[in-house]
């Protein structure tokens, strides 16, 4: 068997309905899936920045069914 240690470096745009800390915890749930266990992800940092106004406005991608008629 094959061993490495891999670094990973990323910049995500992230739409989703969480809280920073929630979106943070799912992601770092992701990485301990993808290193097969949290004691295989040997180091890790997220920073998440919101963006300004985002949390008070609704998604673009939905419309009221009342405006469509």
Do not use: K, W
């Given at each position: 068997?094959?061993?490495?240690?891999?670094?990973?470096?990323?910049?995500?745009?992230?739409?989703?309905?969480?809280?920073?800390?929630?979106?943070?915890?799912?992601l770092?749930?992701?990485?301990?899936?993808?290193?097969a266990?949290?004691?295989?992800?040997?180091?890790?940092?997220?920073?998440?920045?919101?963006?300004?106004?985002?949390?008070?406005?609704?998604?673009?991608?939905?419309?009221?069914?009342?405006?469509?008629?």
């Open positions: 068997m094959n061993r490495y240690v891999v670094e990973i470096s990323a910049l995500l745009y992230v739409e989703c309905l969480h809280d920073e800390d929630t979106l943070n915890s799912n770092v749930s992701q990485l301990e899936e993808l290193a266990s949290s004691e295989h992800l040997l180091e890790y940092e997220i920073i998440s920045h919101p963006l300004p106004g985002e949390q008070d406005e609704p998604p673009s991608h939905r419309r009221d069914r009342a405006s469509i008629a």
